[in-house]
Nanobody, 124 residues
């Protein structure tokens, strides 16, 4: 069993930055790919970014390319999502998830464990 705890969300203004963290306990974090997803009110959970087990591969949703950067520190069992130049449409609950597969995946159905989410609100 893997437990994931996200933090770093908050209320910011358009153009600001936030850094989300996802700390894992249990399991073997260094072998898992990590995904970040978000869910806005009234919408389904959507892919944001993913990173492979060693950080060698990362993918981003088109809406965040050039603004968000995903990274990880396996020594600290932690993944990060640096969010820059935030826009009101980025407002959502952000979740991290891990998959037993080491390969980065954009498919939320491939993820085995999820955190509780952290709220990001961007005011215009």
């Amino acid at each position: 069993q893997v437990q994931l705890v996200e933090s770093g969300g908050g209320l910011v203004q358009t153009g600001d930055s936030l850094r989300l963290s996802c700390v894992a306990s249990g399991g073997i974090f260094r072998t898992y790919a990590v995904g970040w997803f978000h869910q806005a009110p009234g919408k389904g959970r959507e892919f944001v970014s993913t990173i492979s087990w060693n950080g060698g591969t990362a993918y981003y949703a088109d809406s965040v390319k050039g603004r968000f950067i995903v990274s990880r520190d396996n020594a600290k069992n932690t993944a990060f999502l640096q969010m820059n130049n935030l826009k009101p449409e980025d407002t959502a609950v952000y979740y991290c998830a891990v998959t037993y597969s080491s390969i980065a995946s954009t498919n939320l159905n491939e993820y085995n464990f999820w955190g509780q989410g952290t709220q990001v609100t961007v005011s215009s």
